[in-house]
Antibody, heavy 125, light 112 residues
């Protein structure tokens, strides 16, 4: 079955750029049925959507991070990536990649149906 | 942005008893086509979230039928008919009718 796996450094220095990759296995990232997204969860806190990307490269970003975030897709590697610049301690969180089901049998859906296990990124010097 | 407000934030429940969580949105979640993209997620301790319910009341594959969703426009409810030990965790509502996608604060379900 389809699985998502986040990878990247677990420690990033303040003011530097956080970079994470999500590898999709067991299925194609180029499916027209899905968007691919990043969601984070600060320690002991709730969920915050960062942004989502379609296989064509079309993106949606959360305005709270829009000036600092870039989400990209590499269909040849079946991966999508997150870059978050100028990080601070407030960006310390577990970062999840997730699949958003957009359409199913010509019926729009728009919900996250599959999640990676998450990766903790700590921003500290 | 659409603000999602859940009540209660904590819910102690006796095993075998029902539980109910409410979610209210700051504006209607009905889009121009008449669709409502409200889903419910469960996060068990130490695990990623998983979807339980999508589009208000559709149970996701493999989700036990003791979970049900209802509501319309700005008011939504997740009900568990008989709470089991494995239901312990945090429950979130989420809207995707309008970007940015937003989540409720979460409701912690615990056993009395």
């Amino acid at each position: 079955q389809v699985q998502l796996q986040e990878s990247g450094p677990g420690l990033v220095k303040p003011s530097e750029t956080l970079s994470l990759t999500c590898t999709v296995s067991g299925g194609s990232i180029s499916s027209s049925s899905f968007y691919w997204g990043w969601i984070r969860q600060s320690p002991g806190k709730g969920l915050e959507w960062i942004g989502s990307i379609y296989y064509s490269g079309s993106t949606y970003y959360n305005p709270t991070v829009k000036s600092r975030v870039t989400i990209s897709v590499d269909t040849s590697k079946n991966q999508f990536s997150l870059r978050l610049s100028s990080v601070s301690a407030a960006d310390t969180a577990v970062y999840y990649c997730a699949r958003m089901r957009v359409i199913d049998y010509n019926d729009y859906q728009w919900y996250f149906d599959l999640w990676g296990r998450g990766t903790l990124v700590t921003v500290s010097s | 942005d659409i603000v999602m407000t859940q009540t209660p934030l904590s819910s102690p429940v006796t095993l075998g008893q029902p539980a109910s969580i409410s979610c209210r949105s700051s504006q209607s979640l009905v889009d121009s086509e008449g669709n409502t993209y409200l889903s419910w997620l469960q996060q068990r301790p130490g695990q990623p979230p998983r979807v339980l319910i999508y589009k208000i009341s559709n149970r996701f594959s493999g989700v036990p039928d003791r979970f049900s969703g209802s509501g319309a426009a700005t008011d939504f409810t997740l009900k568990i008919s008989r709470v089991e030990a494995e239901d312990v965790g945090v429950y979130y509502c989420m809207q995707a009718t309008q970007f940015p996608v937003t989540f409720g604060q979460g409701t912690r379900l615990e056993i009395k």
